[in-house]
């Protein structure tokens, strides 16, 4: 089992910043990507960011130049620090982790509950 836990969300003004953090806890052999999607009131979930193990980086253009993925491998959590907010960043973001349980099963999805960000005057 694997549990992905967010924190970080809240209320902004437009021009704010804020980080959202996820751990990952449980029995697992790796994480190969993890990473950040969101979804708006009445929008289909939508991938914001994604990070793999060995740095490779996936970015929504609507987010590019604000926004930025790390992670901390040692660790098990991923970060998204998000800049210059706009007020149609507004949406419930998931965590999300592509998890290998052992070495040779192939990776499952994991996402977290949703934490929601508020960007609002």
């Known amino acids: 089992q694997v549990t992905l836990v967010e924190s970080g969300g809240g209320l902004v003004q437009p021009g704010g910043s804020l980080e959202l953090s996820c751990v990952a806890s449980?029995?697992?052999?790796?994480?190969?990507?993890m990473g950040w999607y969101r979804q708006a009131p009445g929008e289909q979930r939508e991938l914001v960011a994604t990070?793999?193990?060995?740095?490779?980086?996936v970015l929504a253009d609507s987010v590019k130049g604000r926004f930025t993925i790390s992670r901390d491998n040692a660790k098990n959590t991923v970060y998204l620090q998000m800049n210059d907010l706009k007020t149609e960043d507004t949406a419930l973001y998931f965590c999300y982790a592509a998890v290998r349980r052992t070495m040779l099963r192939n990776a499952v999805d994991n996402w977290g509950p949703g934490i929601q960000v508020t960007v609002s005057s």
């Open positions: 990070l793999t193990k060995s740095s490779s980086t």
């Open positions: 449980g029995n697992f052999f790796s994480i190969p990507t």
